[in-house]
């Protein structure tokens, strides 16, 4: 770990934390006392500081802006019963961030500088750690170029932020999803598994196509046939298929979440088949109308568990199963809350204690 002194911190002078109510905000909206900054320059990582929350000078030559070198995670904190805040398997974020950084050309983050800031930014804003329910402190790390300039390369600086904002509930709602057969979300060989900026962007004008028909999010195909389901939106796609859990298999369109792996992790653990591998669409139309379609949900950091309650295709509508009759991913959803608020014993060892 990254010994305090290597990171210089300014506190703030006027905590805003009460401005708010930390249990009921909305999403991504209201970000929390303190940011982490490292910087990248010759070669090298040269300092690390916290410093209040605060807009920052940028050159608007700034490559990430321009060219997408820019990439991001997704974490959360919880707060158990006793005040104490640990986080979700923070460790397979910052190996995920470091994948994104090789392929996006970028300079991976040493793990003192990864961990080491995240845990001096939460130690000091402990207090925006929301004690609700369903709330958690979501946490964005991310890595952007920022070399003042208009040609195409890799940049020769950068900086890695995290910022955090309390959060509730994602989705409201559950959600209506669309399968989306027209654009593409990620293609082989390219960075669909991984977390990049642009695989965000681009997926915008589909979504919005999607939500002016009624539905929330679109299901991605593969690109070169589009008769593969991929990913949901911004999460991975699960279903239950009779009684098997089954999710498409991790490709290199495919992002490997967090999540999702714990989810299966659970499935594994309660003595479920798991399937993972490629699923068409027809599999899940028969699987419908057979009526062995139990449940289909997204899972990602920021959604959790994102039940979806009907499925478009085409021009048809196929609705599925109550939410509340569906057992697995309920009972996911339970223990997955209950051993991130310390009320379920931690037996995989996925919570990292804040101290
Ligand atoms: C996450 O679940 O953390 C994501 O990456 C989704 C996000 C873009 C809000």
Sequence with gaps: MIANADIKIEKTTHSRVNEYDVNDVPFGKCFSDHMFI???ANGKWEKSYITPYKDVPMSFAMSALHYGQAIFEGMKAYKNAEGEVSIFRPLENFKRL????????????????FMGGLLELLKLDAAWVPTSESGSLYIRPFLI???EAIGVKASDTYKFIIITCPAG?????PIKVLIETNYIRAVQGGVGFVKAAGNYGRSLYPTKLAQQKGYQQVIWTDGATHSFLEESGTMNLIFVIGNTVVTP????TILAGITRDSVLALAREWGMGVEERKISITEIL???AAGTLKEAFGVGTAATIAQIIGIGYKEDYYPLPAVEERKFSNKVDETLRAIRKGKAADTLGWMFKVK
């Design 38 to 40: 490292a910087e990248y």
């Design 98 to 113: 470091n994948k994104s950084a090789i392929r996006m050309a970028m300079p991976e983050v040493p793990e003192e500088i």
């Design 145 to 147: 170029a920022t070399d």
């Design 169 to 173: 509930k994602y989705y409201s709602e």
């Design 249 to 252: 298999a991790l490709s290199d």
């Design 286 to 288: 028969e699987a419908h």
